[in-house]
């Protein structure tokens, strides 16, 4: 067998096991010259890129794959993450409707579509994206979190406690969740029970600021 492997890919390939990313990437781009058209290099340009925090790079070669393998929802889904790490939130949520739109269940779209969305002032068309996640997978995590964020952001704070709650009962260590429920309480006029949140923030974290601030605010000499 060892007669029909690329000493060079397997050389790029050790270097990538050994987290010499910078390396590996160098020995595929080489490659690539010799094959300009190889999804298998190309991926793992792309994806390499991606780890290193290359966003354009690694958007640049998504982008060739997908030109290359159109219907592939796994490389458009890699594609918008990368587009929304770089802040590209328009772009990325035509990606992750590109996958909606195409009937592959991948869930985990609609949490990405919902961030761009939120990031786009388009609080409920978040929410949405968050239900339809929701509706398949009810306690992911990231998913009940920024809904909750949505939701408090439009104004419907009883909804938002709700899910900020349901993440709290599993662990009463999730300190964002506590804090946005203390906010949130706060919004209600529940100061006594927004202070109780707030503390166990303190607890948790006692250099957290935020959390430190409203509990002075929210203090009566």
């Not at 779209?109 to 002032?121: A, I, K, P, S, V």
């Not at 339809?132 to 406690?161: F, Q, W």
Request: aromatic content about 12%; hydrophobic content about 40%; overall charge negative.
């Amino acid at each position: 067998m060892k007669d029909f492997i690329d000493d060079r890919l397997d050389e790029a390939y050790n270097l990538l096991l050994d987290g010499e990313l910078e390396q590996s990437a160098a020995i595929f781009e080489e490659k690539l010259k010799e094959q300009p058209e190889s999804i298998r290099l190309l991926m793992e340009l792309a994806n390499i890129y991606y780890i290193l925090g290359k966003m354009a790079k690694s958007i640049l070669y998504y982008d060739k794959v997908v030109k290359l393998k159109p219907d592939s929802p796994y490389v458009l889904y890699r594609m918008g993450v990368a587009l929304y790490r770089s802040t590209h939130f328009i772009k990325a949520s035509v990606v992750f409707n590109q996958i909606v739109e195409s009937g592959k269940n991948l869930p985990m779209t609609y949490l990405w579509l919902g961030l761009c969305y939120y990031h786009m002032g388009k609080e409920e068309k978040s929410i949405e994206s968050y239900r339809v996640l929701l509706d398949h997978c009810p306690d992911t995590i990231m998913a009940n979190y920024y809904m909750g964020i949505a939701l408090k952001a439009s104004g419907r704070y009883d909804e938002a406690i709700v899910h900020f709650e349901k993440l709290i009962n599993k662990t009463d260590q999730h300190v964002s969740a506590l804090y946005h429920l203390g906010r949130v309480h706060m919004k209600k006029h529940n100061y006594d029970k927004a202070k109780v949140y707030f503390k166990r923030v303190m607890e948790l974290d006692p250099d957290n600021q935020n959390a430190a601030t409203m509990i002075e605010y929210l203090t009566v000499e």
